[in-house]
């Protein structure tokens, strides 16, 4: 085992401060990554303030991680040392059930190994993110980055980009449909990027004005201002898709009356309990509400090849670790456009 310096929390109230974690040696189907860069997830902190009541302290986030291979174990051909690669929010399954023979990690029956806050089933305990200066793999949960994008920029694809484009993905999203995306933050700026590249006409839906200007340097072709009801009427019955990123409980029912007949809008962003839904949004046009997490690892390359065939990539702002807590301060504000990544240089000369 190796030691290796580390941001984390200690408890739900604690600041993250540097921290020391052990990796495992290198076994014979692993890559060792020396990480560059970090994005900063909301789920990050979720995790930390446990949230969701399933975190596990010390806690050292981050599953969206870039960096350069160190060593790879004998059974590893597809990657050599210096390559650029990338380990998103998983980090092991166990490739045998059905989930996984579909290329569904995510889904796997057992329970797929998240990058951080899970069974370690190496060294015990439970897995730790990527606040750190290194992290040992599993080959099979290892990423290709393309050459020509920026690599900072890349971390957030590893999971606001794959957690927007599998359901663009999975439901068909082509040139010239009409795609709403709800939203404007840390997911809502993928959907905007990724639905333009594909070549549907999108269309930013937001409760706020001020942010039409940025929405259309994303993307959009137009932007629809949710709480103008002469507006949601102009678009009433008219869209193919919408991608709902909005990250709290809320009224779904005025955005249904936006869909077509049969078209359907997905949730990516809501883990909690959402206000009473009518029936009658669903059964008159028989549209449909349906639910989407990350992708697989096959998506998320495929998501990975397509940004480097159209040179997309998130917004970032570069944070030194030092600056975490101060940035998680902003994220609970909304304060960042349209996500932190963290330069852990700064962690490596600390």
């Known amino acids: 085992m190796t030691q290796v310096k580390a941001y984390a929390a200690k408890s739900e109230k604690a600041d993250l401060k540097p921290f ?31 949230d969701w009541d399933n975190s596990q302290y010390p806690v050292v986030p981050g599953h969206e991680i870039i960096g350069k291979v160190l ?4 059974n590893v051909q597809n990657f050599k040392k210096d390559d ?19 290329d569904l990690e995510q889904f796997c029956d057992k329970g797929a190994t998240w ?34 994008l920026d690599a900072a920029a890349v971390a957030p694809l590893l999971c606001a980009g794959i957690t927007t484009w599998s359901p663009l993905a999975n439901w068909g999203v082509k040139e ?7 939203g404007l933050g840390g997911l809502g700026h993928m959907g905007i990027k990724f639905a333009h590249a594909l070549g549907a006409h999108t269309v930013m839906v937001t409760t706020s004005p001020d942010k039409s200007k940025d929405a259309k340097s994303l993307g959009a ?13 102009k678009h009433t019955g008219s869209f193919d898709f919408l991608l709902n990123t909005i990250p709290v ?5 005025p955005y249904l009356t936006l869909l077509k007949r049969d078209a359907t809008m997905v949730l990516v962003g809501a883990i909690e309990p959402l206000d009473p839904l009518h029936g009658g949004s669903l059964i008159m046009g028989r549209k449909r509400v349906a639910g989407s997490l990350i992708g697989g690892i096959k998506e998320t390359q495929e998501m990975l090849d397509f940004c480097g065939e159209h040179d997309v990539v998130s917004e970032v702002e570069m944070i030194d670790v030092q600056n975490i807590n ?5 994220l609970q504000k909304s304060d960042v456009k349209y996500r932190f990544v963290i330069d852990m240089k700064s962690l490596k000369e600390s």
């Open 249 to 253: 409980g809320h009224d779904m029912n």
């Open 176 to 182: 010239g449909d009409k795609v709403g995306v709800i």
């Open 221 to 233: 072709d137009e932007v629809l201002i949710s709480k103008d009801e002469e507006q949601m009427k």
């Open 20 to 50: 020391e974690i052990e990796r495992r040696e290198t076994q014979e189907n692993d890559v060792k990554v020396d990480i560059l860069y970090c994005g900063v997830c909301h789920s990050d902190l979720h995790q930390v303030h446990n």
């Open 115 to 148: 990058t951080y806050n899970s069974k370690d089933k190496h060294l015990g305990g439970h897995t730790f993110g990527g606040y750190s200066e290194k992290i040992v793999v599993d080959k099979e949960f290892v990423l290709r980055i393309p050459d020509n």
């Open 326 to 330: 101060e940035a998680y301060d902003r």
């Open 71 to 74: 060593e790879v174990g004998s």
């Open 84 to 102: 650029l690669v990338g380990v998103g929010c998983l980090v092991d399954s166990c490739q045998e059930c059905g989930a996984c023979k579909d």
